[in-house]
């Protein structure tokens, strides 16, 4: 995968400079009786200055401990993560706090993830204390943070504890506590998936906002294939550890070539497509696209690991797990059947001669 | 319990499935939670009625009493939430002739639940018992509900499972060695083990991942489909609703803003709320547009303020909005009759135009606008 993925250009790349790379990243975790689980598998990308990469999939596909591994907050099995060129080497506690006041993170929760009992003011001063060390004026230092975010008047938010925020100003104290490092990355994990559908809007435009004005290398993670579509710059596609699909997100949005990729399209709800599909019952979903197994068999053990589901799947499938094949410079898919899932962008048998039969 | 005075009845809202009565039919029903603050008037005289065989949507954000409208129809909360006022009729075929659900008594009561009316809650994983396996637990429901024989019981868990396409071999898991979506489809089981009439969802997908969405719901409009009952199905997305609902009513800050069929709120949204909520959500499909959110956030139901709650984040609000009465009026462009909103000032063509800004922006919550 790597010789392909290194073949491609990032859609990202044309924002600013290289900020991180991953490469070759794997991660394994035992579960017991001798069986490993593979998290993360050979995932090659990299993050650039004032761009945002998407990282789309379903629960349980990897992309949270992929971003884990970059924050530094598991230890690779095998691959490598450089940040402004350099290998990342996070062994000591004083290696891992710079780092960390480079690449900071925004968790899922709003909820979960700010502590009860402390104060706003508590959860900021904090990261700035530790990462930027004796700050002359904190107040005005905390203000700032305030600002950034839009929580104003700001001396009145920061005497509040969370439980007397919405949902939506504590993922705003959860950007401002990232920001507070002054990093250049920032990984975000679902930012916006446990607030409502009205202000979801308004935090993603913030985040753009953020993005732009300290020109933030930004990894969106996400299993709504929409807001990537309007968000990211660059789109990676992972199943069961591994990127199936990688591309500008317009591209891979409006005409995804692999069939995991088309699942997740399908599935997404379509307002404009009123009454066609879910009010008329099974007979209107199952019409088309991937099936939709019963049965908790999802991943297979060799081959592609998407083979069990895919409609196309044939016997060089389950046998032989596909790199990624670039379609264009910007774009590739790991798929055997690219002809058949997207004769419209891979006219030709790829390489080995393959005969469609559909 | 009496209707709130002081508000003019407001005109039976047909159904366009079918022609007989409602099997639901929630009348001016206002909830307040009591606290030391003062009473929070979380449901304020709602109007929703429920066809046999319909699908309604009941969309809002958190905290506009969409679950408290449903849960208080049920009688299903605690203090300090009180029903101030109204009525909630059921009339399913089971039942003789039709009953106040808020003046039964607790027998009563135990006889409507489940059997009559059942709930699917939100979160599948608190929802089950985490020490029981999936059986028992069916079969917890089927003897506190039916009275049927203890073999019968046994074959209908094993039928439920088939109903929701979960393998017979997973009666003896528990629900912790089950995924999201399975735990999810074991709470419908559950739901659909009495053969009700109204099956109330309150957001059954939130936490699942889409394409394990859209299995279930194309799952739970199949069963509808077989089975015939009616649905209620909370949910804060709005986008999913235009799928999947024949009808859809829009909450906000405990008061029905908008009702009509998913075309018709699609097409034509009356409110502009609804339009808000219908221009949130970036669209998969079709050309990029312009997203615009919603600046703002929702009132403080303590203390409500007079006239129309979605004031102050509306982009085309005028001084006469402090003072209208929030009656569902028949959208007077709309060829539909049933197409009811509470905003008599805007019109749909209005609605084209873009605002012409918000009237006032509170604090900390600015306008979000994501260029595209």
């Known amino acids: 995968m790597t010789e392909q993925a290194t073949m491609l250009t990032s859609a990202a790349a044309a924002r600013g400079p290289l900020a991180m790379e991953a490469i070759s990243v794997s991660k394994d975790f035992r579960i017991g009786r001798g069986q490993t689980l593979h998290a993360v598998r050979d995932v090659s990308f990299n993050l650039y200055r004032g761009a945002v990469v998407a990282l789309v999939g379903e629960s349980g596909s990897g992309k949270s401990t992929a971003a884990r591994l970059l924050a530094g907050q598991e230890r690779l099995t095998s691959g490598a993560i450089k940040l402004d060129g350099k290998p990342v080497d996070v062994s000591s506690h004083r290696d891992f706090r710079h780092y960390k006041s480079q690449v900071q993170y925004v968790f899922q929760d709003p909820f979960a993830s700010l502590n009860p009992v402390h104060t706003v003011r508590y959860h900021l001063e904090r990261p700035v204390k530790l990462h930027r060390g004796r700050v002359s004026d904190m107040e005005a230092e905390l203000i700032a943070l305030m600002e950034q975010v839009h929580l104003t008047p700001a001396r009145q938010f920061l005497a509040k504890y969370p439980h007397e925020l919405s949902g939506g100003q504590r993922q705003r104290v959860s950007f401002a506590r990232a920001l507070a490092a002054r990093p250049s990355v920032l990984l975000a994990d679902e930012p916006v998936s446990m607030l409502d559908v009205s202000i979801r809007l308004e935090m993603l435009s913030l985040l753009d906002d953020l993005r732009k004005r300290f020109s933030l290398a930004m990894l969106y993670i996400t299993h709504d294939i929409a807001s990537a579509r309007y968000f990211a710059d660059e789109v990676l596609v992972m199943y069961a550890g591994e990127i199936v699909e990688r591309g500008p997100a317009e591209e891979v949005t409006q005409q995804p070539a692999h069939p995991y990729t088309q699942l997740l399209v399908a599935s997404a709800p379509d307002p404009d497509n009123l009454g066609s599909t879910l009010r008329r019952g099974a007979n209107g979903t199952r019409r088309q696209g991937a099936r939709r197994t019963r049965t908790p068999e999802r991943v297979a053990t060799a081959g592609c690991p998407f083979s069990p589901r895919c409609p196309l799947a044939e016997d060089r499938c389950r046998e032989e797990d596909p790199t990624l094949l670039p379609i264009t410079a910007t774009r590739g898919a790991a798929c055997w059947r690219l002809d058949a899932a997207a004769p419209e962008l891979v006219p030709g048998p790829p390489g080995g001669g393959h005969i469609t039969e559909i | ?372």
């Open chain 2, 1 to 372: 319990m009496t209707a709130n005075p002081g508000r003019a009845p407001v005109p039976l809202i047909t159904s366009p499935v079918a022609g007989q009565g409602p099997v639901l039919d929630i009348r001016d029903l206002s909830v307040v939670y009591r606290t030391p603050g003062g009473d929070v008037r979380a449901v304020d005289t709602v109007n929703l009625s429920l066809a046999p065989g319909e699908v309604v949507g009941l969309c809002g954000e958190s905290g506009s009493g969409k679950s408290t409208l449903v849960y208080g129809a049920c009688r299903l909360l605690r203090a300090p939430a009180m029903i101030t006022g109204g009525s909630v009729t059921y009339s399913g075929r089971r039942v003789t002739k039709p009953a106040d659900v808020l003046l039964m008594r607790p027998e009563q009561l135990q006889r409507l639940r489940w059997r009559e009316i059942a709930i699917v809650f939100q979160s599948a994983m608190n929802a089950l018992n985490p020490v029981l396996n999936v059986r028992d637990q069916l079969l917890d429901v089927i003897h506190a509900h039916l009275r049927i024989p203890r073999d019968e019981a046994r074959e209908r868990t094993a039928s439920l499972l088939d109903l929701v396409g979960i393998p017979r071999s997973r009666l003896r898991s528990y629900p912790h060695e089950l995924s999201g979506g399975m735990r999810q489809r074991v709470m419908i089981a559950m739901a659909l083990a009495t053969d009700p009439e109204v099956v109330i969802m309150d957001e059954p997908t939130t936490a699942l991942d889409v394409v394990v969405q859209r299995d279930i719901l194309a799952q739970i409009v199949e069963l509808k489909e077989e089975l015939g009952f009616s649905i209620m199905f909370i949910t804060h997305d709005l986008s999913l609703l235009l799928e999947l609902a024949d009808r859809i009513a829009v909450m906000y800050a405990g008061q029905l803003l908008e009702i009509g069929t998913a075309s018709e709120l699609h097409r034509e949204p009356s409110h502009p709320y609804t339009k808000g909520l219908l221009n949130s959500f970036p669209s998969l499909r079709g050309p990029r547009r312009d997203l615009a959110g919603i600046p703002g956030s929702p009132p403080d139901l303590r203390s409500p303020p007079p006239g129309c709650p979605f004031l102050p984040r509306c982009g085309y609000g005028t001084s006469a909005c402090e003072e209208v009465d929030m009656h569902l009026l028949p959208v007077a462009s709309s060829k539909d009759p049933d197409h009811v909103t509470a905003c008599p000032f805007v019109l749909p063509e209005t609605l084209a135009q873009p605002p012409r800004g918000a009237r006032q922006e509170p604090a900390g919550e600015p306008a979000g606008e994501l260029a595209t």
